[in-house]
T-cell receptor, first 115, second 116 residues
């Protein structure tokens, strides 16, 4: 079956612009999570959506937002881009269960460069 | 607050030998899950193995095994018979099960390099 699909894979923006990243989860997965990966801060949780509702949110400024559609596809948006937003943004999907063994399946990521 | 520590930024291992990647964690919860993921240079995170806090036996998945020592709060990954394709970043992660969600906390990672 198809994996988690993230688009675009690479993008370059300038400071002050905004960006929207898309994530299509595995069919049947209703939970979608977003993570930011940078060399300095490592992997940090941004937010999780389940059934179109934000279920968890990490410690990021309000410039970072997301949403989930009825087909479970998710988008994240970063407004007023800063140089420090340059990162690999990873999306992960999982089944609705929150049991311990519920595995997150990750996409290949969207690599954002802010100039 | 939960925390994952991976103390080995980088490691070398000879092809066909076994290697242990260290992971210690800190949590006040009794119910949690521990994961290991592999991240090749392509960027995608690949799930390797899972251990639940109440699992009495160490988890194994093919060449991967998890050395779980609950009292020491450690969950080391053992890769047997290393292959060149095992060269990648490896991340240990934890989910606290009292949290109504799928949020993972990751360690800083270990870069494993397999020598031919």
């Amino acid at each position: 079956k198809a994996g988690v699909t993230q688009t675009p894979r690479y993008l370059i923006k300038t400071r002050g612009q905004q960006v929207t990243l898309s994530c299509s989860p595995i069919s049947g997965h209703r939970s979608v999570s977003w993570y930011q990966q940078t060399p300095g801060q490592g992997l940090q949780f941004l937010f999780e959506y389940f059934s179109e509702t934000q279920r968890n949110k990490g410690n990021f400024p309000g410039r970072f937002s997301g949403r989930q559609f009825s087909n479970s596809r998710s988008e994240m948006n970063v407004s007023t881009l800063e140089l420090g937003d340059s990162a690999l943004y990873l999306c992960a999907s999982s089944l609705p269960s929150i049991s311990g063994a519920n595995v997150l399946t990750f996409g290949a990521g969207s690599r954002l460069t802010v100039l | 607050a939960q925390k994952i520590t991976q103390t080995q930024p980088g490691m070398f291992v000879q092809e066909k030998e076994a290697v242990t990647l260290d992971c210690t964690y800190d949590t006040s919860d009794q119910s949690y899950g521990l994961f290991w993921y592999k991240q090749p240079s392509s960027g995608e995170m690949i799930f390797l193995i899972y251990q639940g806090s109440y699992d009495e036996q160490n988890a194994t998945e093919g060449r991967y095994s998890l050395n779980f020592q609950k009292a020491r709060k450690s969950a080391n990954l053992v890769i047997s018979a290393s292959q060149l394709g095992d060269s990648a970043m490896y991340f240990c992660a934890m989910r606290e099960l009292n949290n109504a969600g799928n949020m993972l906390t990751f360690g800083g990672g270990t870069r494993l390099m397999v020598k031919p």
